[in-house]
């Protein structure tokens, strides 16, 4: 089974380079989103708000794990092929490289064909802060930090628990990031009831946010951008955010390409002071986000070099 999973694992991630996640298909993210908001209605105002967002999250870890494993011994007990075809459609959905790119891309498009309000509106689909208020420069960043961010989220830290625990772990770890996503917020409705949510995310991605950063180093590296850069940045600024892991591949990204992220933000009307991210060694630029997306990738094609020798290993060992 570790090389049949292994094999889900390549085809689930060639299937995301090549199609991503089109609209309107049906998606497990959609899904969960669906499962946590029913969860929510049910423990939100029936018990004390740490432990309703404590149960959330144990119904989502059972759910998440169990129906998938379920569903892959039965495809396994009708025909490896079956297992095959499940466990890469479940891998595919789990990765999100193509689709962070696309989304990426397109406020890059409409920056330079249609101007600010449109790449102000294209950025607001991908981020949760006050768009209106950011400036060109201000778009490019928060569309460079959010392929930073997500090229651990959304990429490498699924590819390592399915590297661990097959197309499962891939499941298990999606469920973990969208209740974070979704409840694990500090104002005032989430204060207490998603902390469970966030600590669990935080635990979830300790490790593959640092492993996603080193890759990116070498990207770097392989990619012809600053990698001596990108690894003084990382340990200066690796812990300049609110979470312990959000600026480990933003403070890559700042030194590899040479530019500040982070900073001061809008949301909800209400500036939130942050920490600059980088040396400002050059003007950030639209062309970033190119930049970026061959970060993203060449960090992605690492992941899964490195997740298939290391599965391949443990099959021949």
Known sequence: MILYSTLCLV?????DMLIGDPHGWPHLVILYGKLISLFEKATYDRFNKKLGGLLLVLYMLIISAGVPLLVLWLCWKVHPAVYVIAGTIL?????AARSLKDESENVYYELEVSGLEAGRHAVS?????????????????????TVAENTSDGEIAPMFYIALFGPVGGCLYKAV????????????????????????????????????????ILAAKLGGFDSDGAWRIFRRD?????????????SVMAGALQVRLAGDAVYGGVVHRKEYIGDDIRPIEAEDIHRSHRMLMI?????????????LLVWIL
């Open 11 to 15: 085809l689930g991630f060639c299937l």
């Open 91 to 95: 891998v595919w959905q789990c990765l």
């Open 125 to 145: 689909m991908i981020v949760g802060r006050d768009t209106e208020v950011l400036d060109e420069a201000g778009v490019v960043r928060a569309a460079v930090e």
């Open 177 to 216: 990031n969208t209740m974070d996503s979704m409840v694990g917020y500090k104002n005032r409705r989430y204060a207490d009831f998603g902390t469970a949510a966030a600590r669990t995310d935080d635990v979830f991605n300790f490790i593959p946010a640092r492993l996603a950063a080193l890759l990116m």
């Open 238 to 250: 690796r812990y300049k955010h609110a979470s312990p892991n959000s600026a480990q591949t933003e």
């Open 299 to 311: 960090t992605s094609l690492l992941a899964l070099g490195l997740a298939v020798v290391l599965r």
